[in-house]
T-cell receptor
Framework: DAKTTQPPSMDCAEGRAANLPCNHS???????VYWYRQIHSQGPQYIIH???NNETNEMASLIITEDRKSSTLILPHATLRDTAVYYC??????????????FGTGTRLTIIP | GAVVSQHPSRVICKSGTSVKIECRSL??????MFWYRQFPKQSLMLMAT?????????EQGVEKDKFLINHASLTLSTLTVTSAHPEDSSFYIC????????????FGEGSRLTVL
């Protein structure tokens, strides 16, 4: 799986959009960008994933650059409950027998009241 | 979404004793479960892959005789930390993949082990 680089920490004001960047310059054509988050002392939670098109769900939006070498996770209206460590993971599409995830160091996002 | 439950959520034991942690998929069958370990302020590290009805596959550097994994059914995997020592104190997290499904992982709440 391709290596990712994320800033170690970020702050964001409550109610504002939180934009979390991720660099994955060695990504391969068949690799997806996945985002998970881990709230303190809990298991990771799936947020979103995408291949090359921008994606949006009820939790977040994922913007992938045209060259796919970087992406941004956007939490449109951050709340205090969004304080967590966010992991950007690049991997081939999840499929039966290929579910293993390798976690990097992630970005510790702190939402400021 | 699919629910994965771990038990116990917290356990304290004396050095030299063994501790068993259970991981259950509550509303789906999981052919494969994964066990991760996380030390304070560090990321999750994969310990082993647990396959129903067969031996677990351990990551490099993980002692299989110390961390016994049993995946006896499609809804239950157990991790036993044998002869626990203070350095085994950690947050243990399991995840499960939907059997025959698209391969997305669902994570348990984690189990915090403290060895005195």
């Amino acid at each position: 799986d391709a290596k990712t680089t994320q800033p170690p920490s970020m702050d964001c004001a409550e109610g504002r959009a939180a934009n979390l960047p991720c660099n994955h310059s060695t990504i391969s054509g068949n690799e997806y960008v996945y985002w998970y988050r881990q709230i303190h002392s809990q298991g990771p939670q799936y947020i979103i994933h995408g291949l090359k098109n921008n994606e949006t769900n009820e939790m977040a939006s994922l913007i992938i650059t045209e060259d796919r070498k970087s992406s941004t996770l956007i939490l449109p209206h951050a709340t205090l409950r969004d304080t967590a460590v966010y992991y950007c993971i690049v991997r081939v599409a999840a499929s039966f027998g290929n579910e293993k995830l390798t976690f990097g160091t992630g970005t510790r996002l702190t939402i400021i009241p | 979404g699919a629910v994965v439950s771990q038990h116990p959520s917290r356990v304290i034991c004396k050095s030299g004793t063994s501790v068993k942690i259970e991981c259950r998929s509550l509303d789906f069958q999981a052919t494969t479960m994964f066990w991760y370990r996380q030390f304070p302020k560090q990321s999750l590290m994969l310990m082993a892959t647990s396959n129903e009805g067969s031996k677990a596959t351990y990551e490099q550097g993980v002692e299989k005789d110390k961390f016994l994994i049993n995946h006896a059914s499609l809804t239950l995997s157990t991790l036993t930390v044998t002869s626990a020592h203070p350095e085994d104190s950690s947050f243990y997290i399991c995840s499960a993949a939907l059997a025959g499904g698209p391969g997305e992982l669902f994570f348990g709440e984690g189990s915090r082990l403290t060895v005195l």
